[in-house]
């Protein structure tokens, strides 16, 4: 099994948002070549807070990072100061309070920016400040870093569909539009990836209410999808109707799974369940 992994992450995708608009990778789970997770979002549902939650594996209320205000460095482990210490190379297209949570912080646009520095977390990086960065433009950033530096773990991390969202709330053209469109990049990209020998996941930090935001309860805030990709997974003949109700995938456990995939030493919970063999990672401890 190959052990390089993509991990996007489509800020602000609600999980029916992603069943119903994004036919491309609803397409591959009819094909059996991909599966499907409804993943419940730890709380509260907001965007700094749950990047910190899938990639340390950390609750929220755990880390310390509990609103989008909170601007510091993570202080757990990290898929990416995991991928780092064990001599993986790492890169990131991401917005910029990706940056700030595990490589510096504050971010200063014109040093942290584009990133080269294999001492950091993230070693490549190109980072945005403009929640209307294009996600056209940002999928290229990551072409280009993928294409360049052959990274073991790179992080995909648009932020159009959040911000469509904001403006017109979760029931509108525009925000299911934005999903659309994400969809179709995908498509452009994933079959280039997997022959390249990467493992794909595809999720989403929160979803979107109505009131153009999020952060709190609702069904719609905390449903998000999570679609995995890759002769690594356990590929299992799904429903028309959605991910099958015996398979749960926790939030928690996607930084674990993207460790199990690198084959990193590691003691992060991981979901078993996703995986076509059994576990070749080392847990510390074990």
């Given at each position: 099994?190959?052990?390089?992994?993509?991990?996007?992450?489509?800020?602000?995708?609600?999980?029916?948002?992603a069943?119903?608009?994004m036919?491309?990778?609803?397409?591959?789970?009819?094909?059996?070549?991909?599966?499907?997770?409804?993943?419940q979002?730890?709380?509260?549902?907001?965007?700094?807070?749950?990047?910190?939650?899938?990639?340390?594996?950390?609750?929220?209320?755990?880390?310390?990072?509990?609103?989008?205000?909170?601007?510091?460095?993570?202080?757990?482990?990290?898929?990416?100061?995991?991928?780092?210490?064990?001599?993986?190379?790492?890169?990131?297209?991401?917005?910029h309070?990706?940056?700030?949570?595990?490589?510096?912080?504050?971010?200063?646009?014109?040093?942290?920016?584009?990133?080269?520095?294999?001492?950091?977390?993230?070693?490549?990086?190109?980072?945005?400040?403009?929640?209307?960065?294009?996600?056209?433009?940002?999928?290229?950033?990551?072409?280009?870093?993928?294409?360049?530096?052959?990274?073991?773990?790179?992080?995909?991390?648009?932020?159009?569909?959040?911000?469509?969202?904001?403006?017109f709330?979760?029931?509108?053209?525009?925000?299911?539009?934005?999903?659309?469109?994400?969809?179709?990049?995908?498509?452009?990209y994933?079959?280039?990836?997997?022959?390249?020998?990467?493992?794909?996941?595809?999720?989403?930090?929160?979803?979107?209410?109505?009131?153009?935001?999020?952060?709190?309860?609702?069904?719609?805030?905390r449903e998000?999808?999570?679609?995995?990709?890759?002769?690594?997974?356990?590929?299992?003949k799904?429903?028309?109707?959605?991910?099958?109700?015996?398979?749960?995938?926790?939030?928690?456990?996607?930084?674990?799974?993207?460790?199990?995939?690198?084959?990193?030493?590691?003691?992060?919970?991981?979901?078993?369940?996703?995986f076509?063999?059994?576990?070749?990672?080392?847990?510390?401890?074990s």
């Amino acid at each position: 099994m190959n052990s390089k992994v993509i991990l996007v992450i489509l800020d602000g995708l609600n999980y029916q948002v992603a069943r119903d608009c994004m036919g491309y990778l609803n397409g591959l789970v009819e094909q059996d070549r991909a599966m499907l997770f409804q993943v419940q979002a730890e709380l509260p549902s907001m965007s700094r807070p749950l990047y910190e939650c899938i990639l340390t594996g950390v609750r929220p209320i755990e880390s310390g990072i509990v609103n989008n205000q909170i601007v510091r460095l993570s202080k757990h482990e990290s898929i990416f100061s995991l991928a780092q210490q064990q001599g993986k190379v790492t890169a990131a297209a991401a917005y910029h309070w990706v940056s700030e949570l595990y490589n510096r912080a504050p971010y200063v646009a014109v040093r942290d920016r584009f990133t080269h520095d294999e001492t950091l977390n993230i070693q490549h990086g190109c980072f945005y400040h403009w929640d209307h960065y294009p996600d056209e433009a940002l999928f290229l950033d990551a072409e280009y870093l993928r294409r360049t530096y052959q990274p073991d773990l790179l992080l995909i991390h648009p932020m159009n569909i959040d911000d469509q969202g904001h403006k017109f709330g979760l029931d509108s053209r525009q925000y299911r539009n934005c999903a659309r469109g994400a969809d179709i990049h995908l498509s452009n990209y994933i079959e280039a990836w997997l022959s390249d020998g990467y493992q794909v996941m595809v999720t989403s930090d929160h979803g979107m209410n109505n009131d153009l935001s999020h952060g709190g309860t609702l069904p719609e805030e905390r449903e998000v999808p999570l679609f995995v990709i890759g002769d690594a997974f356990a590929q299992q003949k799904q429903s028309s109707s959605g991910a099958e109700a015996h398979l749960s995938v926790k939030q928690t456990e996607i930084c674990g799974s993207v460790c199990h995939l690198m084959r990193l030493e590691h003691n992060k919970p991981y979901s078993s369940q996703l995986f076509a063999s059994s576990p070749l990672t080392t847990l510390k401890g074990s």
